[in-house]
């Protein structure tokens, strides 16, 4: 199968939850800046979440042009990603809303965590189809930097029961050093090009 139809679908998947993310920030009924004071938590939520749809567009788009073709299994996998993807508008509200609460936080954690999952298993179903020496598998190697990050995840969802702000931090950690964007998959693929 072809994997444009894939890559049209998840797109527009992730410019609608971005939609959503700001179409949940309410407009205040005053116009003085204090009116935005409250709003403060929500649009560092929004900040945050913003980053992490950005990361997985940017790096979904990188592992896509790095196949040649889909199946099955990987449009149930890519299925799975966009599930979770799909809750960070509420759990990025609910965290925002509740100014950094302990379940909100975890919770906004937890759905972290299994979009990491998520797309460790896209990773490898695509690694699947296309063999373990295809530039994808070569690119991403043991993929430990997606390893450590869900890692630090279930650490951020523990550690936001002894203090959300710990949790919240770790979340921002994992951002930061997925926000310069995964450059494997590129210099493989600069390479693959040099050597034809």
């Not at 299994?114 to 298993?121: D, E, L, N």
């Not at 550690?159 to 997925?178: D, E, K, Q, R, T």
């Amino acid at each position: 199968m072809v994997k444009g139809r894939l890559e049209a679908f998840s797109d527009g998947v992730l410019a609608i939850i971005i939609t959503i993310m700001v179409l949940e920030m309410k407009v205040p009924h005053r116009d003085d800046p204090a009116a935005l004071k409250p709003l403060l938590p929500v649009f560092i939520s929004y900040i945050l979440s913003f980053a992490y749809i950005g990361i997985y567009w940017n790096n979904h788009h990188h592992m896509m042009h790095a196949v040649h073709h889909v199946n099955g299994k990987v449009l149930w996998a890519n299925i799975h990603l966009l599930f979770w993807l799909s809750l960070v508008p509420f759990v990025t509200g609910w965290m925002g809303e509740n100014h950094f609460t302990v379940w909100p936080v975890a919770l906004y954690g937890f759905v972290l965590l299994m979009a990491g999952v998520a797309y460790y298993i896209l990773a490898h179903a695509l690694i699947g189809l296309h063999g373990k020496d295809s530039t994808l598998a070569i690119a991403i190697g043991k993929d430990w930097k997606g390893i450590i990050s869900v890692v630090i995840y279930a650490v951020g969802i523990a550690l936001s029961f002894v203090n959300p702000w710990i949790g919240f931090g770790l979340y921002v950690f994992v951002a930061a050093i997925w926000i310069i964007p995964d450059k494997r998959i590129e210099k493989k693929l600069v390479t693959d090009e040099h050597e034809k």
